[in-house]
């Protein structure tokens, strides 16, 4: 059977709905302390003193353990993936509220709760900076120095930068911008907002360290266990076999569980007690972990009266908060991609990521994309329509074929832009009349669509082990958190060595048996790790072969695998370790234009058609049909691949309508689930999930990833439609019903009153 | 949450006696869904949960009373309520409501003591069972009183229920042909915390003309809260178009809306103003 194409239901399923998965949040082992975190409450200060003694003196209390404590054994205690920032627990000052500070050691979780109340600290509050646009200027410094990791080559020209908050300034020149804008018949610029929101996996963060003898073993909710290892190896300089690093399934991650999050706090924790140390989140706490960039986007345009765009400025500014953690990176490997899957002549970028006291923002399903799609896909309708052109009609007057340059200088390959666009068309029958609606119900549609780049450089390993008896076991680094790569991962194996996939074991997570792996992160585990797993099992199946040859089988027969170890090993004995490593090219960008010939392994493609009913006496939005469609290669099981788009579609569909994290004085006022609203089932508007099917010839089997595809091009497609229905046009995120009833009445010229 | 006291009294008589009319940090728990919520948040930590699961079971059964009128024990789960067949049949505004008004895994634990006597003003059933005229029975140590629901609150979280005191049961009294509808309005996902719900009786003089009206709104005001001036002015009138604009008006003026998360209050005036009409065409359809 061909099991490449095959829509096999997920591997793991039956256990997860059985409730026999393992999850580190259910994990005991014993002697274990549950940790319970004091966090700050100023947004910006210098510690003055930190009272632990009421803990402290608790029965039952085992420890209590500042910032000062972790540095007695780990004397540079600072990790993160970009920038040497994060203290793991905080030294001299505090940058945000929510920011630990201390944390209390206990047998019982609820006793460490009660004893982290009575803790109590004293700040000296420094003049905090909180909006994106003002940290590039403002007096209020969060971080005194920057201190790039070294992880990435990209960002090494920042060290030892003083008296900024800037932690990225990317740019991108491309052609001569101003001359564009001379020649051009019309030059638009429009500014666009999007607030910070969060994750939210159903599973919070939690790991769980374990010293045994001279190593730690690291149990851990992560999607990057190979960083988790060689991040606590630096940190406590140990070399990295001592670290273990063990990955269960995952309660989603959605790049809120990349690189080390609570890893090292568990960590130091159980290395100073000697003990096994747990730390679990709470869903409050999550708000105050990881979250998505508030972005600021500031794009201008040159366009001709045919409709042509030829220039086009983007200046994006990046909320980053008060630690770096990838958002650099964000900054840098999304910020190329802002003028839009256009084909542009003359291109300026500025992107921009701020340090403010906020906090931390990270990667977030689509890596920023979708707040850039946010603003350049709201941009092109607003043209399209000043113009008089049909929105779908300007974007492929513009759009970027295969072929042509990219705005870095990089020639488009298998990257289904056109094709996508043509799947919404033809979907949405754009070119048949449309029913308005009646009354005072407006009906509109949109469309939007986007560009993604791939992570480079990066490196996945893999192993295939043959058994005596035929059976196979992949041992991989990629985790699977709900997106189904252990059964992507199981037919690529099936497909080379000719099994069913279901009859593949797959080993996920466990530093100790899978090889490295750069992390289950930006969609790139289908693409990277497929390839690794491609070649493992190819590896395996020349072994094989080599073995039949050995034993006097003839090549190219149909022999039993069995029969091979038998006759090798005189009984069933034995096994055949296939390996695999993938390394795709890449040519680093230059610095000062942004150009390369090389810049990502594989584009994403995401397009989303909506239309909308808008009720124009509350301004509340009914999304009546939303369309995803996504560029997916060959997708290996097309099942999967069109729930990662719908659940993709409803996550974004939560940014657009529903989520923000709203602030006062720097403290987050809807830490909660009754007050931060994800989308729930009868929020899931009537969907169809597409898959363009397009050959990415470097893909495994022609494969690429779509995990977050459907996100890039929700929010600008709904605005667009709201824009059709009833003419009003939204910059900022979420599409509030007040916000939009307030611009229907003020474009009547009855404008509702600001309060009572 | 810190260790506390669980009791478990076989009886409702038990339950009250285990309360303290004093202390607040003794509480009864039925559902336990928005106490648990407090509990975890740290907004609440009790000395004692006297838990109602074990008192009689007659206190988790509905029945229809002989003289029409419809008795649901405080211990009846949101999701029984919602599949009482005698509810749906006498009182069809309720199957509708009580599905929009939680998810399921909420209504099959939540009960309907406990989403009487919460006194959180954004909560679905109190505006829904005032609106159906409904009276609650309070059993104290020494007492029994009967109050309406719309005469149950004071304030923000703030009831006339004392600290030793439980509602046993709600009585609504019989339709007799009224009509009802009952709107929950969100402003971000569908089961967020209402804007604005409204509930809507009319009972009808003929088939056009309106002789008394019950409207009783929730969540966009500090308390449930009745609009009589409304009522009035719907009363022995047809509700055709100006009337229901009128009608809109005058609730809008009538109502003391507070800004909050899921609206500002001249946001939910505005919705209070449209939404008036609303539910009265839905009742009359």
């Not at chain 2, 008589?13 to 003794?26: F, I, M, N």
């Not at chain 2, 954004?122 to 020494?142: E, F, K, N, Q, T």
């Amino acid at each position: 059977v061909n099991q490449m194409g095959r829509s096999i239901a997920r591997l793991e399923a039956r256990s997860k709905v059985t409730g026999r998965a393992d999850y580190v949040h259910n994990m005991r082992v014993p002697g274990m302390l549950h940790a319970k975190i004091f966090r700050s409450t100023v947004a910006h200060g210098r510690i003055l003193s930190i009272d632990t003694s009421a803990a402290a003196g608790m029965d039952g209390v085992f420890a209590v353990i500042t910032g000062e404590d972790i540095r007695k054994i780990i004397p540079q205690p600072y990790f993160g993936p970009a920038f040497h920032d994060q203290p793991i627990l905080a030294l001299e000052k505090v940058h945000f509220i929510g920011e630990p500070v201390a944390v209390v050691l206990s047998a019982d979780p609820h006793l460490a709760e009660q004893a982290v109340q009575t803790i109590a600290a004293e700040y000296e509050e420094l003049e905090p900076v909180f909006d994106e646009v003002e940290a590039k200027t403002s007096e209020a410094i969060v971080h005194e120095e920057l201190k790039p990791a070294g992880t990435f080559a990209d960002l090494k020209h920042l060290a030892g930068r003083k008296h900024t908050n800037v932690t990225l300034d990317y740019q991108l020149r491309r052609g001569d911008v101003e001359a564009g804008f001379a020649a051009a018949d019309h030059v638009y610029e429009h500014t666009f907002r999007t607030g910070q929101v969060l994750h939210v996996p159903l599973e919070s963060h939690a790991s769980l360290a374990v010293p045994e003898g001279e190593s730690l073993i690291i149990h851990t909710a992560s999607q990057t266990p190979s960083f988790v290892r060689t991040e606590i190896a630096r940190l406590l300089g140990w070399p990295e076999n001592r670290v273990s690093v063990r990955v269960p399934f995952l309660g989603g991650g959605f790049g809120a569980k990349v690189y080390v999050k609570m890893e090292a706090l568990a960590a130091a924790l159980a290395l100073i007690a000697r003990r096994p140390v747990k730390v679990a989140l709470t869903m409050e706490e999550q708000f105050y972990t990881i979250s998505k960039h508030a972005v600021t986007f500031r794009i201008k345009s040159g366009v001709t009266s045919d409709g042509r765009v030829i220039a086009r400025a983007c200046d994006v500014w990046w909320n980053g908060g008060a630690y770096a953690d990838i958002g650099p990176r964000v900054a840098q490997k999304t910020g190329f991609t802002a003028a839009g899957p256009y084909d542009i002549e003359h291109v300026r970028i500025d992107s921009t990521e701020v340090y403010t006291n906020r906090p931390p923002a990270g990667a977030l399903r689509g890596f920023g994309v979708p707040q850039l799609v946010w603003a350049y896909e709201s941009h092109t309708d607003m043209i399209a329509r000043e113009l008089g052109l049909d929105p779908v009609e300007f974007r492929r007057r513009n759009i970027l074929r295969d072929g042509r340059p990219h705005a870095t200088g990089t020639i488009m390959k298998d990257a289904a832009i056109d094709q996508v666009l043509d799947r919404l068309a033809e979907r949405m029958n754009w070119n048949a009349p449309f029913d308005r609606g009646t009354g005072t119900v407006k009906r509109g549609r949109g469309v939007a669509i986007g560009l993604k780049a791939s992570i480079s450089p990066t490196t996945s390993g893999a192993i295939v082990n043959v058994s005596a008896d035929g059976s196979i076991v992949l041992y991989t680094n990629t985790i699977d958190m709900g997106q189904g790569s252990d059964t992507a991962m199981a037919q690529l194996v099936a497909e080379v060595l000719n099994v069913a996939a279901e009859a593949v074991k797959v080993v996920h997570g466990n530093t100790d048996v899978a090889p490295y792996d750069m992390g289950t992160l930006g969609s790139r585990s289908t693409f990277h790790m497929g390839n690794a797993v491609k070649l493992a099992a190819e590896d395996a199946r020349a072994k094989l072969a080599a073995l039949a040859a050995e034993v006097g089988l003839p090549a190219g027969t149909n022999y039993d695998v069995k029969e091979i170890f038998r006759k090798r090993y005189g009984m069933q004995a034995g096994n055949v370790i296939g390996t695999g490593t993938y390394v795709p090219r890449y040519t680093p960008p230059d610095p000062k234009t942004g150009q390369s010939d090389n810049v990502t392994p594989f584009w994403m493609v995401g397009g989303t058609g909506a239309e909308v009913e808008v009720d124009s006496e509350t301004g509340h939005v009914r999304v009546l049909r939303l369309i995803n469609a996504a560029d997916a290669g060959r997708p290996i099981n097309p099942k999967i691949c069109r729930t990662q788009l719908s659940g993709g579609a409803i996550m974004q569909l939560g940014f657009t309508l529903y989520e923000d994290m709203v602030f006062d004085g720097g403290q987050v006022t809807n830490a909660s689930f009754a007050d931060y609203k994800i989308p729930g089932f009868r929020d899931v508007p009537p969907m169809e999930s597409d898959l363009v099917t397009a050959n990415q010839e470097t893909g495994p089997f022609g494969a690429k990833g779509v995990g977050e595809s459907s996100t890039f091009s929700v929010s600008p497609a709904i605005a667009n439609a709201i824009h059709d229905a009833v003419g009003i046009r939204l910059t900022e995120l979420p599409i509030k019903p007040e916000t939009l009833l307030r611009a229907l009445r003020a474009a009547q010229g009855r404008p509702l009153p600001e309060d009572e | 949450v810190t260790p506390f006291d669980w009791m478990e009294p076989q009886s409702l008589r038990e339950a009250v006696s285990l309360l303290d009319p004093e202390d607040p940090a003794v509480r009864p728990i039925a559902g336990g869904t928005a106490l648990m919520l407090m509990m975890k948040t740290g907004f609440f930590a009790p000395s004692r949960l006297v838990s109602l699961a074990g008192i009689e079971r007659d206190y988790a059964t509905i029945r229809l009373n002989g003289d029409g009128s419809f008795r649901i024990g405080s211990m009846v789960s949101l999701a029984e309520l919602e599949r009482s067949r005698e509810a749906a049949v006498h009182f069809p505004v309720i199957k509708n409501a009580i599905r929009t008004l939680s998810n399921i895994r909420v209504r099959n634990v939540a009960r309907v003591g406990g989403a009487l006597a919460h006194g959180d003003p954004h909560m679905d059933l109190p505006p829904l069972l005032a609106m159906l005229g409904a009276r609650v029975s309070l059993i104290g140590p020494d007492t029994a009183r009967e109050i309406a629901v719309e005469d149950l609150y004071t304030g923000y979280y703030q009831t006339v229920i004392k600290n030793n005191e439980l509602i046993a049961e709600a009585i609504l009294p019989p339709l007799n042909g009224a009509r009802c509808a009952y709107i929950k309005v969100t402003s971000r996902s569908a089961d967020d915390w209402p804007a604005l719900n409204i509930g809507v009786k009319l009972e009808m003089a003929d088939s056009r003309t309106v002789a008394r009206t019950r409207l009783v709104i929730g969540a966009a005001a500090e308390r449930l809260t009745r609009l009589a001036a409304t009522e009035k002015l719907l009363s022995d009138a047809v509700p055709d178009e100006a009337t229901l604009a009128r009608a809109g008006e005058c609730a809008a003026t009538e109502a003391r809306f507070v800004s909050d998360a899921h609206g500002s209050a001249p946001y939910k005036k505005e919705l209070l103003r449209v939404y008036l009409a609303r539910a009265i065409r839905e009742a009359l359809s």
